[in-house]
């Protein structure tokens, strides 16, 4: 299926596929980096009202997901960003991201931020991110400086 047949859904997160990917991005984050370096959110955090979650669906497989959480007034958060490894280099998280750009702009937010890794692993998702305009800058929100991470933003 085409990237644009794909199906993209405000999720409640209870789907057992949406749980598995969640599990599977929350074991990797812990096998990548330290255990104070890993800020992925897991199912509860994720269901709080200040989040709103997506996934894109190919047909009835979970291609991937995100998240948009809202900061301070004006400002928000890309999070929980995942594709699953049977989508991977398809343009998932770029359609994910394009998706969550556009939400933000529609809330009249400013500024988009987002937390990465530093490490290797985390480098497609850097240059996606780069790409999309996001330049690196400091720690945002509750965050502090952390060798583990990279910290992006953006206007809009």
């Not at 096998?31 to 669906?57: G, K, Y």
């Not at 933000?104 to 991110?129: K, N, W």
């Amino acid at each position: 299926m085409s990237l644009d047949a794909m199906d993209l859904r405000l999720d409640d997160l209870r789907h057992p596929a949406v749980i598995a990917l969640l599990k599977e991005h929350l074991d990797w984050m812990h096998r990548i980096s330290p255990p104070e370096s890993v800020h992925a959110l897991d199912l509860d955090a994720l269901r709080r009202p200040d989040i709103t979650f997506w996934t894109l669906w190919d047909g009835e497989a979970l291609a991937g997901c995100g998240a948009l959480r809202e900061l301070a007034q004006g400002q928000g958060e890309v999070k929980s960003m995942r594709t699953a490894q049977t989508h991977l280099r398809r343009g998932v998280a770029a359609r994910m991201l394009g998706h969550i750009l556009a939400e933000a702009r529609r809330r009249g937010y400013a500024r988009l931020s987002l937390e990465t890794g530093s490490m290797d692993y985390f480098a497609p998702a850097r240059a996606l991110y780069a790409r999309a305009g996001f330049r690196v800058c400091g720690p945002f929100g509750d965050y502090v400086d952390d060798p583990n991470s990279v910290f992006m933003t953006r206007t809009l």
